[in-house]
């Protein structure tokens, strides 16, 4: 490696053409980081005691050892974000120059900033250019160097940005001396990398530059693709990654990729990795033996199939249509934690295991879990963990079945809720603040139907007038109505699954009564929804109509949002086997638990531990107790004068504020887990029992969201 300073304008001027290479991601820079080094350039400019203004480095690498006196093309390690924005800043700058054909200092005229700094004047093709950019990066930068028009399928990136410079320097027209100082001024980092000697891969890792963070899906294109040799690194990117990138769009490539590679991996490894991880754990995936003997073509074209999936569920690409709705009500509905499941799903489906009626079944399923748990206010924190392990109990020749069991068996914290849950908190839900409403109303009103209504057409009704939301603002007319308990009705019901339908004439309707709504033109009694039919016969808006239309409404419900039902002895075949151990222990076998000073004290905490859910089972080992939800979470340890809890958690996630637990990482101790903590007395117990609250719900918990 060879590293010196330099002033940018004489790096752009000795160098002869940097290319950044096909596994570099696209230009990436936004608005933020354009404004910031505009205005450390102008900063710099007008300031006569700065000398230079660093921006960070440049690394590149060609075959042996670099120099800028050689002529041959440099390979962008790091830095392509920065030397592409000082491009497009020059640019935009010569064209002011060139309307205003001056020169504010000297070496500053349009003719010299694009000769020096932008083109090889002397040279054909690409060779005449000093900067080539990758993929859609490329025509878009020589476009505007050469003023062609502007392409189809533009890099977004690099025509705003440019336009972003051509505004800012209109604005200072009259001081462009300032802004030529300050570029006078930048300096980078020069870094020239031995190929046979330095390991890109490893400095690209390591490198802590300014300006805008690498995605994961970056350092995972760069990881696959840039130790390969030129011919299969070209293939592998113009045959897969590519296309890949394309599938997803230039906005959402941005904004999704990261996630679709949480969820591959989730698919692969049976485990969630956190956001910031997705790059460690794709490196150590691809390091599995099988994964190896595969190769790396194999890798990068499963890579594209599941990507092919992801974006067909979540993007909205599907183009069959009955399974494009589905996914359309999944998307509404904010399902991501499913994609796990479903991705394993759609290949499945893909490969022909899984035919379309059953797969269109399955997503139902997934829709109904999900809604149904939201609408009886069950925490999600458990979902990630549910859908990325529901795929290890599927049996693929009973695929549609095997769902149903699996959604069936989930314990209590995880369970599907049942027709009598579901229509109870339907009922008495607030809906209209729910955070989907519209995704309700629209499948409640065209369930069923051939020609869907267009639900965003109509706005939604308070059939009992919200009267902003004041009690005191409740018309006469509606309080007489509502009866003597108007008070209660209206705050109980209003936002309720009763009182909600959908309507043309929100407007109209206002506070109207509910003869008036009811009769007017277009009012209820003209309705053609579904949704209004039960309200078209009733001649009275009270408790006992709004009761009368949630119960019919929640009814319908539990149809459109159907549970999954198998008979008992299929059932049955699904649930797992209890485990037979040759050694049978019980509280006799623990002399401890016998004492005076340690019975009372195991007694509570038993009973504590064992109401934190009825998932929760109890074990009695040879030399300890163990308690368990999917696994153990505490295992206690009765001693001579305490109870010793092994937490089966990491101890750096573990809340003490006390500093009562003890890091056991690697030591010998019985019982499973990194965190240790004694309990000594019942005074401690309720301290204790927030520790050992953490460990269950890290176990049922979510992965890591």
Same mark, same amino acid.
């Given at each position: 490696?060879?590293?010196?300073?330099?002033?940018?304008?004489?790096?752009?001027?000795?160098?002869?053409?940097?290319?950044?290479?096909?596994?570099?991601?696209?230009?990436?820079?936004?608005?933020? @980081?354009?404004?910031?080094?505009?205005?450390?350039?102008?900063?710099?400019?007008?300031?006569?005691?700065?000398?230079?203004?660093?921006?960070?480095?440049?690394?590149?690498?060609?075959?042996?050892?670099?120099?800028?006196?050689?002529?041959?093309?440099?390979?962008?390690?790091?830095?392509?974000?920065?030397?592409?924005?000082?491009?497009?800043?020059?640019?935009?700058?010569?064209?002011?120059?060139?309307?205003?054909?001056?020169?504010?200092?000297?070496?500053?005229?349009?003719?010299?900033?694009?000769?020096?700094?932008?083109?090889?004047?002397?040279?054909?093709?690409?060779?005449?250019?000093?900067?080539?950019?990758?993929?859609?990066?490329?025509?878009?930068?020589?476009?505007?160097?050469?003023?062609?028009?502007?392409?189809?399928?533009?890099?977004?990136?690099?025509? @705003?940005?440019?336009?972003?410079?051509?505004?800012?320097?209109?604005?200072? *027209?009259?001081?462009?001396?300032?802004?030529?100082?300050?570029?006078?001024?930048?300096?980078?980092?020069?870094?020239?990398?031995?190929?046979?000697?330095?390991?890109?891969?490893?400095?690209?890792?390591?490198?802590?530059?300014?300006?805008?963070?690498?995605?994961?899906?970056?350092?995972?294109?760069?990881?696959?693709?840039?130790?390969?040799?030129?011919?299969?690194?070209? *293939?592998?990117?113009?045959?897969?990654?590519?296309?890949?990138?394309?599938?997803? =769009?230039?906005?959402?490539?941005?904004?999704?990729?990261?996630?679709?590679?949480?969820?591959?991996?989730?698919?692969?490894? +049976?485990?969630?990795?956190?956001?910031?991880?997705?790059?460690?754990?794709?490196?150590?995936?691809?390091?599995?033996?099988?994964?190896?003997?595969?190769?790396?073509?194999?890798?990068?074209?499963?890579?594209?199939?599941?990507?092919?999936?992801?974006?067909?569920?979540?993007?909205?690409?599907?183009?069959?249509?009955?399974?494009?709705?589905?996914?359309?009500?999944?998307?509404?509905?904010?399902?991501?934690?499913?994609?796990?499941?479903?991705?394993?799903?759609?290949?499945?489906?893909?490969?022909?295991?899984?035919?379309?009626?059953?797969?269109?079944?399955?997503?139902?399923?997934?829709?109904?879990?999900?809604?149904?748990?939201?609408?009886?206010?069950?925490?999600?924190?458990?979902?990630?963990?549910?859908?990325?392990?529901?795929?290890?109990?599927?049996?693929?020749?009973?695929?549609?079945?095997?769902?149903?069991?699996?959604?069936?068996?989930?314990?209590?914290?995880?369970?599907?809720?049942?027709?009598?849950?579901?229509?109870?908190?339907?009922?008495?839900?607030?809906?209209?603040?729910?955070?989907?409403?519209?995704?309700?109303?629209?499948?409640?009103?065209?369930?069923?139907?051939?020609?869907?209504?267009?639900?965003?057409?109509?706005?939604?009704?308070?059939?009992?007038?919200?009267?902003? =939301?004041?009690? @005191?603002?409740?018309?006469?007319?509606?309080?007489?109505?509502?009866?003597?308990?108007?008070?209660?009705?209206?705050?109980?019901?209003?936002?309720?699954?009763?009182?909600?339908?959908?309507?043309?004439?929100?407007?109209?309707?206002?506070?109207?009564?509910?003869?008036?709504?009811?009769?007017?033109? =277009?009012?209820?009694?003209?309705?053609?929804?579904?949704?209004?039919?039960?309200?078209?016969?009733?001649?009275?808006?009270?408790?006992?109509?709004?009761?009368?239309?949630?119960?019919?409404?929640?009814?319908?419900?539990?149809?459109?949002?159907?549970?999954?039902?198998?008979?008992?002895?299929?059932?049955?075949?699904?649930?797992?086997?209890?485990?037979?151990?040759?050694?049978?222990?019980?509280?006799?076998?623990?002399?401890?638990?016998?004492?005076?000073?340690?019975?009372?004290?195991?007694?509570?905490?038993?009973?504590?531990?064992?109401?934190?859910?009825?998932?929760?089972?109890?074990?009695?080992? *040879?030399?300890?107790?163990?308690?368990?939800?999917?696994?153990?979470?505490?295992?206690?340890?009765?001693?001579?004068?305490?109870?010793?809890?092994?937490?089966?958690?990491?101890?750096? @996630?573990?809340?003490?504020?006390? +500093?009562?637990?003890?890091?056991?990482?690697?030591?010998?101790?019985?019982?499973? =887990?990194?965190?240790?903590?004694?309990?000594?007395?019942?005074?401690?117990?309720?301290?204790?029992?927030?520790?050992?609250?953490?460990?269950?719900?890290?176990?049922?918990?979510?992965?890591?969201?």
């Amino acid at each position: 490696m060879k590293a010196s300073e330099a002033k940018l304008l004489e790096f752009l001027k000795k160098s002869p053409q940097f290319v950044i290479p096909i596994y570099q991601r696209a230009y990436s820079w936004t608005e933020k @980081e354009c404004l910031q080094l505009w205005n450390d350039i102008k900063r710099a400019g007008r300031n006569d005691e700065v000398s230079a203004h660093f921006i960070g480095s440049v690394v590149y690498v060609q075959k042996g050892l670099y120099s800028v006196s050689s002529h041959t093309p440099l390979l962008v390690i790091d830095g392509q974000q920065r030397l592409t924005t000082l491009s497009l800043l020059i640019e935009a700058l010569a064209e002011v120059l060139d309307k205003q054909q001056t020169e504010p200092i000297d070496g500053f005229s349009a003719r010299k900033l694009r000769n020096y700094y932008l083109l090889n004047p002397e040279e054909d093709g690409e060779r005449k250019f000093k900067l080539i950019l990758s993929q859609t990066d490329k025509s878009s930068w020589i476009s505007i160097l050469q003023k062609g028009p502007r392409q189809e399928n533009s890099s977004l990136k690099i025509y @705003e940005n440019f336009q972003r410079f051509q505004d800012l320097l209109e604005k200072e *027209k009259d001081d462009l001396s300032t802004i030529c100082k300050g570029i006078a001024k930048v300096m980078v980092v020069d870094i020239a990398l031995d190929r046979g000697q330095d390991n890109p891969q490893l400095i690209f890792e390591s490198m802590n530059s300014t300006g805008r963070e690498l995605s994961q899906a970056d350092l995972i294109r760069n990881f696959i693709l840039m130790g390969l040799d030129h011919e299969l690194q070209t *293939k592998l990117f113009t045959n897969y990654w590519r296309p890949m990138e394309l599938g997803f =769009g230039q906005k959402a490539y941005s904004t999704h990729f990261d996630s679709f590679m949480r969820h591959f991996l989730t698919v692969k490894t +049976g485990e969630i990795p956190r956001m910031g991880d997705i790059y460690t754990a794709f490196k150590k995936y691809v390091q599995k033996p099988e994964i190896v003997k595969r190769g790396i073509e194999n890798l990068v074209s499963d890579l594209r199939a599941y990507s092919n999936y992801f974006c067909s569920m979540a993007l909205g690409a599907e183009s069959d249509k009955h399974l494009k709705q589905s996914f359309h009500d999944l998307r509404e509905l904010k399902v991501d934690v499913a994609y796990p499941l479903l991705l394993e799903m759609y290949h499945d489906y893909a490969s022909k295991n899984l035919n379309k009626e059953d797969f269109c079944k399955c997503i139902n399923l997934i829709e109904s879990y999900v809604f149904r748990r939201a609408v009886c206010a069950i925490p999600t924190n458990s979902m990630n963990k549910t859908f990325a392990n529901l795929g290890k109990s599927l049996k693929k020749d009973r695929y549609l079945e095997s769902v149903q069991a699996a959604f069936l068996l989930l314990p209590s914290y995880r369970r599907f809720p049942k027709d009598e849950e579901f229509d109870r908190g339907l009922k008495v839900r607030d809906l209209y603040n729910f955070r989907s409403r519209s995704f309700w109303l629209r499948k409640l009103e065209n369930y069923g139907r051939r020609e869907p209504v267009a639900v965003d057409q109509y706005t939604i009704e308070h059939i009992m007038p919200q009267s902003d =939301g004041k009690a @005191e603002k409740v018309p006469d007319y509606w309080r007489s109505e509502l009866g003597l308990d108007w008070e209660r009705v209206w705050e109980s019901k209003l936002h309720t699954l009763g009182n909600l339908t959908l309507t043309g004439y929100n407007s109209e309707y206002s506070n109207k009564s509910f003869t008036d709504k009811s009769n007017m033109t =277009g009012g209820f009694k003209e309705s053609p929804l579904r949704l209004n039919e039960s309200v078209r016969c009733e001649s009275k808006w009270d408790d006992t109509a709004i009761n009368k239309r949630a119960d019919t409404l929640a009814k319908k419900a539990t149809t459109v949002w159907g549970a999954p039902s198998l008979d008992a002895s299929i059932l049955d075949e699904y649930k797992p086997g209890i485990e037979q151990r040759n050694n049978t222990y019980s509280v006799d076998d623990h002399p401890y638990l016998k004492t005076s000073l340690i019975k009372p004290l195991f007694d509570a905490l038993q009973k504590e531990i064992l109401a934190l859910d009825s998932v929760v089972s109890e074990e009695i080992l *040879k030399f300890y107790v163990a308690y368990k939800a999917e696994t153990n979470f505490v295992d206690v340890v009765p001693q001579a004068k305490r109870l010793c809890l092994s937490l089966n958690m990491s101890f750096h @996630e573990i809340e003490d504020p006390r +500093g009562l637990c003890k890091d056991i990482t690697g030591l010998g101790r019985w019982g499973n =887990g990194d965190v240790e903590v004694g309990l000594s007395t019942l005074e401690e117990l309720p301290y204790v029992m927030g520790l050992i609250r953490q460990s269950f719900e890290t176990q049922i918990g979510d992965g890591g969201v």
